[in-house]
């Protein structure tokens, strides 16, 4: 099999991130035995630096001719200042709408050897693994009217809307996903509030009739946040629109120990996009030191979703947890860092190695051989 993927490194640590999720990506795609090739083109800062737009029309096209697209981040402050539709978010926004995923998942998983990363008790996110299905192409995201007025009074506005059938391709994401994992479907909205939620929830809980072993609840925003930290084993499949899904999915980074962490694959349009959660994070950018694990677990998505290739998928799963249960870290997880002030945390197990953003992306590759060496010698007896 051919697969062709497009490469979008985008700003600050961007490349740094992609660069390690790329070395994986080709070694598990060379293990099975599958042809790929890359091409690398500009988002963001980049671009607008380069082509004076944060989304040139080549890098479309060459996105639309992939199979797949694996993005790094984009944004940095040397852009605070432009017009919102001329800042590197806007190239990655319009990215989104022309390749056309509407289902954004993004997993967060609470990863026992690093359970002191989390300011959260060990005991309370122990075991944690939430699918957040968040929307991705519609409400206050996309909505229009949208803009600042200059009156006697300056005002500006923005409109949160949504159609049935945008919420109810995305719910049976979610319900698809959920019959895959614990068959349970929390719905997060202001049905209390807003109109926009009301028809969210009406809308799910009909999408729901569809899916009788899947559980489904619903869920006030301002409640989920609180019960993320209280009780993040409560949830499996969360799904939520766009501007919600935002920010649940920044907190339970809180859960994983570290927004580098997380992994998010776009799927449901033309063609699907595969990008770390975390931003471009200037302020460690260029130094070696951005934790890869969200780009490459996100390389590990592009092969489920896209290649078709869930046992590889799974082997870069259990490669990123073997290299922490051995004790590697980013600085991002590193004593200093995470919450080692609980006694004896930072003590307990194996003694913890502080590794750089390229040493990480070496340590997974080579315990992806391990892990498929292992398995082939379990098959072979
Ligand atoms: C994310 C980011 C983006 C978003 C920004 C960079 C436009 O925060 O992917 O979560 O808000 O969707
Ligand atoms: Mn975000």
Redesign the pocket.
């Known amino acids: 099999m051919k697969l062709h993927i497009t490469i979008l490194p985008g700003d600050g640590v961007g490349p740094e991130v992609t660069g390690e999720a790329v070395r994986v990506l080709r070694t598990v795609l060379d293990l099975y035995g599958y042809d790929a090739s890359f091409e690398e083109h500009p988002i963001g800062g980049v671009a607008i630096r380069q082509f004076g737009v944060p989304l040139p029309e080549a890098t479309v096209r060459a996105c639309m001719n992939s199979q797949a697209v694996l993005l790094g981040a984009v944004g940095g402050p040397e852009f605070d200042s432009l017009p919102a539709g001329q800042k590197p978010e806007s190239g990655l926004l319009a990215l989104r709408q022309a390749l056309g995923g509407y289902a954004n998942l993004r997993p967060a998983i609470a990863y026992g050897a690093i359970a002191e990363c989390s300011p959260v008790r060990p005991e309370i996110i122990k075991g944690t693994d939430i699918l957040i299905v968040r929307e991705l192409l519609g409400g206050i995201y996309f909505g229009e009217p949208r803009g600042i007025s200059d009156g006697p009074v300056s005002a500006a506005h923005n409109t949160m809307r949504y159609s049935v059938p945008e919420i109810e391709r995305v719910a049976r994401v979610a319900f698809y996903q959920a019959q895959k994992r614990h068959r349970k479907v929390t719905s997060v909205d202001k049905a209390n509030v807003l109109e926009t939620s009301q028809l969210w929830r009406q809308t799910v809980a009909r999408v729901g009739g569809d899916y009788p072993e899947v559980k489904l609840e619903h869920v006030y925003v301002d409640a989920c946040a609180m019960r993320l930290i209280t009780h993040p084993g409560s949830f499996d499949v969360i799904v939520t629109e766009n501007l919600f899904g935002?920010i649940l999915?920044?907190e339970v980074a809180v859960i994983s120990g570290s927004l580098g962490m997380l992994a998010s694959a776009t799927i449901g349009g033309k063609v699907d996009l595969y990008e770390p959660?975390h931003g471009s994070a200037p302020d460690i950018a260029g130094r070696g030191v951005a934790n890869p694990l969200g780009a490459i677990a996100s390389a590990a998505m592009l092969l489920r979703h896209s290649a078709g290739l869930e046992q590889g998928a799974r082997d870069i799963e259990d490669a990123i947890r073997e290299v922490l249960d051995a004790g590697h870290r980013t600085a991002d997880l590193s004593p200093q860092h995470s919450n080692s002030g609980r006694a004896g945390d930072s003590q307990r197990g194996r003694a913890k190695r502080v590794v750089s953003t390229a040493e990480m992306g070496a340590l997974v590759e080579s315990a992806v051989g391990d892990v498929t060496d292992r398995r082939r010698a379990y098959h072979a007896v």
């Open positions: 935002d999915s920044d959660v």
